[in-house]
Nanobody
C-alpha cells in the first residue's frame, strides 16, 4: 500500500514563500512521476508542476519562474518551493505519484492561503 503525505502548507502574505513537502511510503517513488495539483474553492483541480523520475520538470504557465519542483529518490520525498506567492495561489495542494504501471496515488492535500 502506497501512502502519500503532504506537509508545509499554511498562511502567508502576498509575496511570501512556502515549501511544500511530499513523503511517500512504498517502493514506487523512484520510478513514478511526481506531480502537484491544486484546487481552489469552487474551481476544478488544476495541474501545477511535475517532475519525472529522471528529473525533467514542467510547470503550468502561471507558476513558471515562481515555483520549483524537486525530488530526492533516495529519501522518497519531493518538494514544491513556492516563491512570490499571490492570492490566486490560494488552494489545497495535492501531491500525486504516477507510476509507469497502475493507478495514480494521491495525498490528502495541504492548505495554502495567501492573504494579507
Amino acid at each position: 500500500q502506497v501512502q502519500v503525505v503532504e506537509s508545509g502548507g499554511g498562511l502567508v502574505q502576498p509575496g511570501g514563500s512556502l515549501r511544500l513537502s511530499c513523503a511517500a511510503s512504498g517502493s514506487i517513488f523512484s520510478v513514478a512521476t511526481m506531480d502537484w495539483y491544486r484546487q481552489a474553492p469552487g474551481k476544478q483541480r488544476q495541474f501545477v508542476a511535475g517532475i519525472t523520475r529522471d528529473g525533467s520538470t514542467y510547470y503550468v504557465d502561471s507558476v513558471k519562474g515562481r515555483f520549483t519542483i524537486s525530488r530526492d529518490n533516495a529519501k522518497n520525498t519531493g518538494h514544491l518551493q513556492m516563491n512570490s506567492l499571490k492570492p490566486d495561489d490560494t488552494a489545497v495542494y495535492y501531491c500525486t505519484l504516477n507510476p509507469p504501471i497502475g493507478s495514480r496515488y494521491w495525498g490528502q492535500g495541504t492548505q495554502v492561503t495567501v492573504s494579507s
